[in-house]
């Protein structure tokens, strides 16, 4: 009788293992997969500037300052190639200088009401928000899924298996307060918001 | 707000139950078409019983036979066609290829969020209805459609129609928009069945009059058409209150999913907002899609009360209710990022 209640407990706790196991490794994949997202989402952006920069250089002409910041972060953030374990903050960095320059083109859009109107300026202000949309639902996803895998791998009883997965606790995608706070957020025209 | 930890197991338990309630909504199907038929037969079967030897006995199944396998045939049918048939009735148009700098901004919002929920993004349809409303429909999340209609489109700003896409990803995602597909094809089936039953009936009636056929079988047909009437009047009955009690809770957790994507319930809430207060009537959404919409287009006012009858029959949970349950969500938001505006009233 005892035997058999010690097979019974053995098979639950070996079921419960595999099913732990697997759990962590779908969390593991799924936050790789994640953050893969992100890397697609910044690689269209970076293709995507040049076009978008060209299709307004003319209807900008007084304000080639803010292109070229544009057009300098953007090949910045191409040039970073790291690895390691600085790699996400370094990539970060140069993205969040982007952000910051693209940010700084939409005020400009913005207080330019007759530039709005011209049908390019219109269609690049709709891809440029857009574009950063994708950026920050990716890296939003990318968060809330390392965020899952972290705190499950933690947890006990999970984290016995912790180590048989080789599961270590994911980065998080940090977003640079400088490169937020260098973004002027007053929009001083008094016109009404489209 | 619930996000990560706590989101995911709740999400597969969602998915689970949702692909078990399809398969069991198939299999009453079938049962039911199988309890038509071999009821019929028992029927057929009783009332030949004390035939004399040279008269017909009714000892062969087939009617039973037939019918089980006619409804199976449709219910495979209905399931593999459904999204097609639900996107055909409401006359959508698939966006391939965005033209007007609306539908650009459309396309552009589905991909966000698509990306913000993690599933692939599902094709786009427009509906040429002047009442705003959106729905979504599929199998699963790599093959789905969604599809917004004109009237939404005019009257969204872009965070609103960012919270509707979510709210209806969240349908697609949780894999809601397989039980409600199939429903709706099989809704539809019984009606176009029960119609066509109808027709089938009438003509039969006069034809056999005609020929002035013996009365020995009147009373048993009498009987089988009786059942078989009324079996298909309850059907639609049923499948539709089935229909509406299958909704109403998911709009509450749509509701919740759109949030969790977006990070901006309040702008979902407005969006509700606009949609009661249009007063565009809905011109493509009929019955049969309802139950798929973000908001009832049928405007019954059935789902403005939150009282027992609404909460029996109506498709959708009041919209007040929605509204009062994101604001609260967006007022807990702000409070944790201390962003609350200083004028902004207590809940």
């Known amino acids: ?194 | 707000m619930s996000t990560g930890a706590d989101a995911a197991p709740t999400l597969f338990q969602q998915q689970d139950a949702n692909r078990r309630r399809t398969t069991l909504l198939v299999v009453g199907f079938v049962l039911f078409f199988a309890w038509l038929g071999f009821g019929g037969d028992y029927i057929y079967y009783l009332a030949t019983l004390h035939n004399l030897p040279y008269q017909t006995h009714h000892t062969f199944p087939w009617l039973g036979i037939v019918l089980t396998v006619v409804g199976a045939g449709i219910a495979w049918y209905g399931y593999n066609t459904g999204p097609e048939k639900v996107l055909w009735s409401t006359g959508a148009r698939e966006i391939t290829d965005p033209a007007t700098d609306q539908e650009k901004q459309l396309v552009n919002v589905v991909e966000e969020m698509s990306i913000a929920a993690g599933i692939p993004r599902p094709r786009i349809w427009i509906v040429d209805d002047p009442a705003p409303n959106a729905f979504a429909t599929g199998i699963d999340p790599q093959h789905a459609h969604l599809a917004v209609t004109q009237g939404l489109l005019d009257l969204m700003s872009r965070d609103e129609l960012q919270g509707v896409v979510a709210h209806e990803l969240g349908h697609i995602k949780n894999f809601d928009v397989r039980l409600m597909t199939t429903l709706a094809a099989l809704v539809g089936v019984i009606l176009l069945v029960r119609d066509g039953t109808g027709r089938f009936f009438w003509s039969g009636r006069s034809g056999s009059r005609s020929r002035g056929k013996g009365s020995d079988l009147g009373a048993l047909v009498v009987v089988l058409l009786v059942i078989w009437i009324l079996s298909w009047i309850v059907a639609p009955i049923v499948t539709q209150m089935l229909a509406m009690a299958v909704s109403r809770k998911r709009e509450y957790l749509a509701d919740a999913m759109s949030a969790q994507f977006t990070r901006n319930p309040t702008a979902l809430a407005s969006a509700l907002e606009k949609i009661e207060n249009s007063e565009a009537p809905a011109t493509h959404l009929k019955a049969g899609a309802a139950h798929l919409c973000i908001c009832d287009p049928l405007d019954r006012k059935l789902n403005d009360h939150p009282g027992a009858l609404g909460d029996v029959m109506a498709s959708h949970p009041p919209i007040e209710m929605r509204i009062i349950r994101l604001k609260g969500m967006g007022y807990a938001q702000a409070k944790q990022q201390g962003t609350l505006p200083p004028d902004s009233p207590t809940v």
């Open chain 1, 1 to 194: 009788m005892g035997a058999w209640i010690l097979l019974i407990l053995l098979v639950v706790a070996v079921f419960w293992a595999i099913g732990a196991y697997n759990g962590l490794i779908s969390l593991k994949n799924q936050t790789v997969n994640a953050f893969k997202q992100i890397d697609v989402q910044l690689k269209r952006r970076h293709d995507l500037i040049p076009n978008l920069v060209n299709a307004v250089k003319g209807a900008m002409d007084f304000e080639k300052s803010t292109l070229e910041a544009v057009v300098q972060a953007r090949n910045q953030a191409v040039q970073v190639n790291a690895a390691g374990p600085d790699a996400m903050k370094q990539i970060s960095q140069a993205e969040n200088a982007l952000s910051g320059a693209l940010s700084k083109l939409m005020v400009v859009v913005e207080r330019y009401p007759d530039l709005k109107a011209t049908g390019n300026v219109g269609q690049l202000q709709e891809e440029l928000t857009s574009t950063e949309n994708r950026i920050s639902f990716a890296r939003q996803l990318y968060n809330d899924t390392a965020t899952q895998y972290n705190t499950k791998q933690q947890q006990f009883p999970a984290s016995l298996m912790a180590g048989l997965a080789h599961a270590a606790p994911a980065q998080l995608w940090e977003i640079d307060d400088q490169a937020d706070k260098a973004v002027p957020q007053v929009d001083l025209s008094m016109k009404p918001k489209a």
